[in-house]
């Protein structure tokens, strides 16, 4: 009303401490007072500012045997009597079953969004079996069935060629399965993190030495840039395939002679781990979709490197189980960044 002057309205109040109102809650059924000013002892009093109140009526609107709501009038020129409570009834069924609808709707766009993105993980999950494992076998197979018929007949530099493919390929389709069976654990939910004190600069230096053997061998320095080795919780296992990961791809897209940083630092009490390269950067239009398993984004390293599509999906699942964030920044051709933030112990 145009008598009301609070700038700032209370929206949350104890139930015990409020006044007439309240009561439609407490004793669950239409409060009414035609002489507002009377003494009565539910009367808490109301804010300064407040409309002065004459008359006033409240009911509790009743959804099964829950009370989801209140609601009040007040200042009536006549008194308010039965039919006005039959009426306020009308109005509040009436209003609570568009409120109703409307959270149906919700509902309905959630569970939609969450069936396309469980057939897109069903589609990704079959394209892989179908693909990505069936073409590794398949150059397996082929490799080495000429080793069998034709061995005797190569030159030890052929037969050296064709084992250092065969290699290639099942260290790759061994990543792969060891991506595949590590999502399905946690799509299924029974991967749980293990949590423990961890320091950065040990757990940098950790999945630093795992990658080394794969930066040189496209002469990429790795540089550690440790600006803080306070300790957090996690599972440490998870963390380090998340940076092994994140390492992995900043070497993949990176030329020979190129460098890579790892860079912990704290930040509104949360220690970031970054992984910045040198490489070729990513397409501003495909930034929004790392992370998305239903993206389906792949693409070949400077050496003509295959991917599977799942390590950031992996990588973000992870940071999730640690209510952690993962992101990515990049300038095409001019390198990229990715961190991930998890909190400090307190």
Known sequence: MDECTIREPKVVYELEKTGIWGEAVR????????????????????PEGHTSLSRFLTIPVINGDKIVAVIGVGNKIEPYDDIDIVQLNLLAESVWSIVRKKDDEKKILQYTDELKELNATKDKFFSIIA?????????????????????????????????????????????????????SRLQTGKLVPNFENILPEKLVFEVKSICNLQAQSKQIEIITIIETNDSFLADKEMIKTVLRNLI????????PQGKIFIRTYC??????????DTG???????????FKIESKLSKSGTFDEKGTGLGLVLCKEFISKHDGTIWAESEFGQGSTFSFALQLKN
Not at 27 to 46: T, V
Not at 248 to 255: H, L
């Open 27 to 46: 004793q669950r059924k239409p409060i009414l007072i035609n002489d507002f000013n009377a003494e009565n002892p539910h009367k808490k009093g109301y």
């Open 131 to 183: 693909h990505d494992l069936r073409n590794p076998f398949s150059s397996l197979l082929g490799f080495s069935e000429l080793l069998v018929k034709n061995a005797q007949k190569y030159t030890p530099e052929k037969i050296q060629q064709f084992a250092s493919n065969m290699y290639n390929t099942a260290k790759q389709t061994y990543t792969l399965l060891e991506n595949l069976l590590e999502w």
């Open 248 to 255: 992995s791809n900043a070497i993949k897209f990176t030329f």
């Open 267 to 276: 930040q509104n009490n949360q220690i970031i781990f970054s992984v910045i």
């Open 280 to 290: 070729i950067g990513i397409e501003e239009q495909n930034l929004s979709k790392l």
